[in-house]
């Protein structure tokens, strides 16, 4: 499927909805909730057997998601601030969770789910300062570049990625109880 080209102009997302899908081990997506494909733009045929990086937005480092990928790969949580992508090319900002599902026999991943909420507008303004210098960091020196970048910056802040993150989206445990809920509900 060709790329969207991408337009500045956000979607507004419903504070009170979530999005949530699906993927194997691949991140090949499965399954989407009613939400996850209204705000792709794309239809459910469209998006179930796609790689997950159909929304990726171009303004995304790639050290983010191999973080991600890090963390989820070894069964740990992690919480990242994502831009995603439409089909029409626009924007949209979002809190994600994930959990590794595992065989309970054979103990091998066998997939992951994403939960998602909208971003604090305050998270997202100071966020995107740091994607964009990881971006251009990216161009010039990869993605070995961008990660000691990260580490460097964190180390300043003198907080681990999470902290960071907590102390981001206000650490008022909304969030945390949001994705505590969606976690029991999406078993
Ligand atoms: C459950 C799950 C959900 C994901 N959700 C997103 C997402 O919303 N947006 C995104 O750009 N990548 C998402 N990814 C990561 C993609 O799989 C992919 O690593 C990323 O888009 C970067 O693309 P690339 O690896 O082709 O560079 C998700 C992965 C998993 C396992």
Redo the contacts with the bound molecule.
Sequence with gaps: MERPTPVDEEIILDPKRYIV???DKK?VIEYGNDYFVQISGYSEAELIGQ???I???PD?P?IV?KM??ER?LNDQNVMAL?K?MAKDGRYYW?V?E?ETKKDPISNQIIG???F?KAAPKEAVKTIEVLYKKLLEIEAVGGMEASEKYLRGYLEEAGKSYDEYIDGLIGNNGIFKLFFKMMKALFR
């Design positions: 899908s699906k993927t991140g790689p997950h990086s929304i990726r937005h995304m790639r998601f991600m990928w989820i994502v995603n979002v994600t994930f992951f789910t994403a998602r």
